[in-house]
């Protein structure tokens, strides 16, 4: 991955509202996907890749309990499914240390960054992702950079020299967040999906003491 595209992770992640984060909890994300492709299937493992190995037992029962009910007729194969969807995204959410809130409907307004991250991994290329950070990250930082530019730096002028500290302070912690992003040091969506992370949790507090 290119510095640029490294750098601008905490960028997209930062302004993203936690709801765009979250998009494991809506009927067209991808742990209800995987749960609905479970259930046509009869296979549970790729629904136990999104939880907790100590969650397993409460998910293969709720999986058991819905391949049961299904089989009375479409009212019940209709509450069955959404029980189990219910069941999955409540317990992964529980393992990100984030509180499940319902199923949400399809179709939420997820803002540009996650539906491009999902369709880059269909396309097995990363060059619209790409794109879209690289983007996001040129503007921030030169919105922020010449804001303040356009003031001069502190001097016989209180005023003046306020309106330049309030434009540099944002401009360097944002700079600062970047750099922590891209070197590793902020924190970030863990891999496996049996440790512990929150959507939308901000970075860790950082030295800079502005």
């Avoid at 100590?54 to 998910?59: K, M, P, S």
């Avoid at 299904?70 to 317990?91: I, M, N, W, Y």
């Avoid at 539906?115 to 983007?135: C, H, Q």
């Avoid at 924190?187 to 860790?204: C, F, L, Q, T, W």
Wanted: hydrophobic residues 45%; aromatic residues 6%; contains cysteine.
């Amino acid at each position: 991955m290119s510095k640029p595209v490294a750098v601008v992770l905490l960028v997209v992640l930062a302004g993203l509202p936690a709801a765009a984060l979250a998009h494991c909890d809506t009927l067209d994300g991808p742990v209800v996907k995987t749960a609905r492709t479970a259930l046509e299937t009869g296979k549970v493992n790729p629904v136990l890749a999104w939880v907790r190995p100590a969650d397993e037992a409460e998910v293969k029962a709720s999986f058991a309990r819905a391949l049961a009910v299904r089989k009375l007729g479409p009212q019940a194969r209709e509450l069955a499914d959404t029980s189990f969807f219910e069941t999955v995204v409540r317990v992964h959410r529980a393992g990100e240390g984030a509180p499940y809130t319902g199923l949400k409907p399809a179709g939420q307004d997820l803002g540009p960054a996650v539906p491009a991250a999902d369709r880059a991994i269909g396309k097995r290329s990363p060059e619209e992702v790409e794109k879209l950070l690289v983007d996001a990250v040129r503007h921030g930082l030169h919105q922020r950079f010449e804001r303040v530019a356009a003031r001069g730096q502190p001097g016989e002028d209180v005023a003046a020299g306020r309106e330049w500290v309030a434009a540099y302070v944002p401009y360097v912690h944002w700079v600062e967040g970047v750099y922590q992003a891209a070197s590793g040091a902020a924190g970030a969506h863990p891999e496996p999906a049996a440790e512990k992370h929150a959507h939308g949790e901000p970075a860790p507090a950082h030295g800079h003491g502005h």
